[in-house]
């Protein structure tokens, strides 16, 4: 089984060449930035929301090495659906397709999706990164945390961290075929492209769709529910689905709000510390995302109220048509923190900014 399944992922060892259909022809922008990490001995840990097209970033990396590398030297597998564990799949692969020690394979990549799914993948990665130092590693998960914690933990010093971003809306318009010049910025013709936007932001597989109902439904389906029922209850031991649905339907509904757990914790009634957990795992899986207010002191910032966006105004849109398009400035907001990966925002008093921007020890309100 173990064999059917790795010579189902890696085709290439008997055609040579990978289909048009994993490795897509529309290059997204990061993928520079994984070509050129090839060249690292690191391993790359690739992070993102779900269905915003890590897969076939892999997939596009490696009918880039089959130019010029031999097809045996490239493993793919995905350990989403998978029981297996990698030390067996990179056993298999030594004795049965490299049919020779790693030491003594030359160069080799290899490429593990979804890896949080594998039971001690940072202890197994660090043992072969460490004997190995001819393995190239190129990883991704869908969970920020996750990822962090056990990579900080176990390969210090040995991995480089990259989060792909939804897509953008430059990406959006070069997928649709639309030309777009910087005179066409502020034009009625590229206004109308940004609302169908912002209605499909971040996931590169309906870019064409127009049917809205199917939209809303494929987000739902895809991305929001495989967190909520899959993601957080595997890898967080969560059990109040029905919490995490209501806090969702919150942070979709109003995005930008300001969430005070005493408050929430009273109207839910629900336990605060159960509540805190609860929106930190959403933030971690990547489907929302938190701004701060912005004090000079770190922890005078923790202990503000924080602002909940979702990761993309799509996300709303998916939940309610009707609340997407009664707020588009709340829409164009979430676009905006999201785009700029915004982390603080200022208030005090009456007065309030939305976004506080720092770089290169400058303040920069928006």
Same mark, same amino acid.
């Given at each position: 089984m173990l064999r059917e399944d790795i010579e189902r992922f890696n085709e290439w060892w008997f055609t040579g060449k990978i289909r048009k259909e994993l490795a897509l022809p529309f290059k997204r922008h990061v993928l520079s930035k994984i070509l050129e990490s090839l060249q690292d001995r690191q391993v790359l840990i690739i992070v993102g929301l779900r269905r915003i097209g890590k897969t076939t970033l892999l997939y596009q990396t490696i009918e880039k090495l089959l130019e010029k590398e031999e097809p045996v030297k490239i493993l793919y597998f995905s350990f989403e659906d998978s029981s297996y564990d990698i030390k067996e799949v990179l056993s298999f692969y030594e004795k049965y397709v490299l049919k020779k020690p790693f030491e003594e394979a030359g160069k080799v990549y290899i490429f593990f999706d979804e890896i949080h799914y594998a039971k001690n993948w940072s202890s197994a990665i660090?043992?072969?990164?460490?004997?190995? !130092?001819?393995?190239?590693?190129?990883?991704s998960g869908s969970s920020?945390?996750?990822?962090? =914690?056990?990579?900080?933990? =176990?390969?210090?010093?040995? *991995?480089?961290?990259?989060?792909?971003? /939804?897509?953008?809306?430059l990406e959006f318009l070069e997928m649709r075929g639309i030309e777009f010049r910087e005179d066409d910025i502020y034009s009625r013709r590229i206004e109308a492209y940004f609302l169908d936007y912002l209605r499909k932001a971040g996931f590169p597989e309906i870019v064409d769709w127009g049917n809205e109902a199917k939209i809303a439904e494929y987000i739902r389906n895809s991305v929001i529910d495989k967190?909520?029922?899959?993601?957080? @209850?595997? *890898?967080?031991?969560?059990?109040?689905?029905?919490?995490?649905?209501?806090?969702?339907?919150?942070?979709?509904?109003? !995005?930008?709000?300001?969430?005070?757990?005493?408050?929430?914790?009273?109207?839910?009634g629900e336990n605060k510390i159960t509540i805190s957990n609860y929106l930190k795992f959403l933030e971690a899986s990547l489907l929302v995302r938190t701004l701060s207010n912005f004090r000079p002191s770190a922890i005078s910032s923790s202990?503000?109220?924080?602002?909940?966006? /979702?990761?993309? @105004?799509?996300?709303?849109?998916?939940?309610?048509?009707?609340?997407?398009?009664?707020?588009l400035g709340l829409m164009l907001e979430t676009y905006v923190v999201n785009s700029l990966d915004a982390k603080y925002y200022f208030r005090k008093g009456k007065r309030e900014i939305d976004i506080i921007l720092t770089k290169d020890n400058k303040i920069i309100p928006m």
């Open positions: 660090k043992q072969f990164y460490d004997l190995y !130092p001819n393995i190239k590693f190129l990883i920020s945390l996750l990822l962090s =914690k056990e990579a900080f933990e =176990k390969l210090a010093g040995r *991995f480089f961290f990259l989060e792909v971003k /939804p897509l953008t809306f967190i909520i029922l899959k993601d957080i @209850p595997l *890898f967080f031991k969560t059990k109040d689905i029905v919490l995490m649905e209501k806090l969702v339907k919150i942070i979709l509904s109003n !995005p930008g709000s300001m969430i005070n757990i005493n408050s929430l914790s009273r109207d839910l202990r503000k109220l924080k602002k909940f966006y /979702p990761a993309a @105004p799509s996300l709303t849109f998916s939940y309610s048509k009707e609340i997407f398009e009664r707020n």
